[in-house]
């Protein structure tokens, strides 16, 4: 079994390149939540050429309502959302230099092509287990839409989150690749 990765936020395009399918990836630093209906209000900004409440170049998104933390902690249980959710959305926000996107589930094709288009990653993290990802959360701060409660956007400084690459910049989709492995088998 290969090691982990270890990357920092943000990122490069010569970053986000080297990673493939299936790598197991521990992620420090800044990233941001958002879910569907921030994302709706992001694209709505940028298709009226408005300024965004963060720069997305180089950014990663993880897609996540948290609950509220218990006495002591930044954050609560830090599940992610299915991605699909998302999909309608993604493809303008790589274009504004988005570079990583991290959730559950499978993305659509036109999300996957915007991916090797605007060289973007998708990573996958731990459905079922917020309590475990919340542990990487070091800090977090509300940034915009305050108002949408658990949905509005966060920046969180996290360490050493654990992620698997699902979908790269070459066209790999670890998800499809397991189905091909399991029916071989």
């Known amino acids: 079994m290969k090691l982990?990765?270890?990357?920092?936020?943000?990122?490069v395009t010569e970053q986000v390149a080297s990673l493939?399918?299936?790598?197991r990836v521990l992620l420090s630093g800044k990233i941001y939540t958002a879910r569907d209906a921030a994302h709706k209000r992001l694209v709505a900004l940028i298709e009226k050429?408005?300024?965004l409440p963060f720069e997305l170049e180089g950014?990663?998104?993880?897609?996540v309502g948290p609950t509220?933390?218990?006495p002591g902690m930044p954050i609560g249980a830090a599940g992610p959302t299915t991605s699909y959710r998302m999909d309608a959305?993604?493809?303008?926000?790589?274009?504004r230099g988005l570079k990583g996107m991290i959730g559950k589930g499978?993305?659509?094709?036109?999300?996957?092509?915007?991916m090797q288009r605007y060289k973007a990653v998708y990573m996958a993290a731990?459905?079922?287990?917020?309590?475990?990802?919340?542990?990487?959360v070091c800090s977090v701060e509300i940034v915009a839409y305050p108002e949408l409660g658990t949905e509005a956007i966060r920046r969180l400084w996290i360490k050493e989150m654990p992620l698997i690459v699902v979908n790269d910049v070459h066209g790999g989709d670890f998800y499809e690749e397991g189905v091909k492995t399991y029916k071989r088998r």
């Open 20 to 23: 493939r399918m299936g790598d």
């Open 89 to 95: 959305y993604a493809p303008a926000l790589m274009a």
């Open 4 to 11: 982990p990765i270890y990357l920092q936020t943000p990122f």
């Open 59 to 63: 950014q990663v998104i993880y897609y």
């Open 68 to 70: 509220p933390p218990r």
């Open 126 to 136: 731990i459905g079922g287990a917020g309590a475990l990802m919340a542990k990487s």
């Open 106 to 114: 499978m993305r659509a094709p036109e999300v996957r092509a915007a």
């Open 49 to 51: 050429g408005g300024p």
